[in-house]
């Protein structure tokens, strides 16, 4: 027991010298084809020392990253190398890291897939918006009064009924700074110009993460959104729809007139893009069930 002590504290003083553990073969290949010279790997090795072992294929793989002839020898002569004794304590710790780093990485796996699982449940769920609501119209409830619409030239109100009969409404969370929304606006005006007259129950409407009233009207106005939007000085205050928007923009969210998510451009943490959600729309109106998030 006190010799492994001793061993313990002998390669503390090594990692207290070079800041790190001995090398191994795959590290020197590795800092090789880096760019390090094979001087500066000899270097290198006389401050951290060489744990591992020569054979016809590590020598190989040596060799193909750029090893010397002098390296290779030196490496075989056992210049470089530590006593049995520290090699054997050196191999355990670096095992015991290995196996710390690993149960770090599936405990991360395990974490984000909860995380995902809990953002798809929370998504697909019966639950509403609003649990408050949970009845059929409760969109059109909660953005009675709050609608506009532009038309001729100019940004002007919706009628206050004007989503009670929409069955699908789609929140388009779009800016016109975002480059990527500007580029995928005109694709969504050209899809709801085709669908939109052969399914009156269907609506989009207009989540604006502009930074101003002008940009916000500005947006409206040059790419002509023949779409419902939220009235700009209305928006912060529709939080339970920020909830679903996802991460980024452009997102393209589909909801039921209860306020139930049946498509997103996000599945959980992935983002999958607006048109899987377009893809999802044509696969409900051709009769068959939205694709992959609301399959889980």
């Known amino acids: 027991m006190l010799r492994w002590v001793y061993l313990g504290f002998s390669l503390l003083a090594v990692a207290a010298q070079a800041g790190q553990l001995p090398l191994t073969v795959s590290e020197l290949s590795l800092m090789l084809r880096s760019g390090y010279s094979n001087s500066s790997v000899m270097q290198e090795l006389s401050q951290r020392h060489f744990v591992d072992t020569i054979d016809e294929a590590k020598e190989k793989t040596l060799v193909n990253s750029g090893a010397s002839p002098e390296l290779i020898a030196a ?34 796996r395990k974490a984000q897939a909860r995380y995902d699982a809990q953002v798809i449940r929370e998504r697909t769920t019966t639950s509403k918006l609003d649990p408050s609501m949970g009845s059929a119209g409760a969109i059109a409830q909660l953005l009675k009064g709050d609608l506009v619409q532009f038309r001729n030239g100019g940004v002007v109100r919706a009628e206050e009924t004007v989503l ?19 580029k995928f606006t005109p694709e969504l005006v050209d899809y709801y110009k085709r669908v939109a007259p052969e ?34 000085p209305k928006v912060k205050s529709k939080d339970a729809l920020a909830k679903i928007a996802g991460s980024g923009i452009p997102s393209l969210v589909l909801v039921d007139s209860t306020g139930k998510v049946i498509s997103s451009s996000y599945n959980g943490s992935e983002y999958l893009g607006p048109k899987k959600v377009l893809a999802d729309i044509d696969a409900i109106f051709a009769g068959k069930p939205p694709g992959r998030l609301a399959a889980q």
């Not at 190398?81 to 599936?106: C, I």
């Not at 009670?164 to 500007?182: D, M, N, T, V």
């Open 75 to 108: 490496l075989k002569s056992g210049a470089y190398s530590l006593s049995t004794e520290k090699t054997a304590a050196v191999l355990q710790q670096m095992d015991a890291e290995a196996q710390r780093r690993a149960q770090q990485a599936d405990a991360s």
């Open 164 to 182: 009670e009969k929409k069955k699908l409404i789609a929140f388009y969370f779009s800016a016109h700074w975002c480059g990527p929304c500007r």
């Open 199 to 232: 399914h009156p129950e269907f609506e989009i409407v207009f989540y604006s993460e502009d930074k101003s009233q002008y940009a916000f009207e500005t947006y409206m106005r040059e790419t002509n959104m023949p779409w419902l939007a939220i009235d700009y």
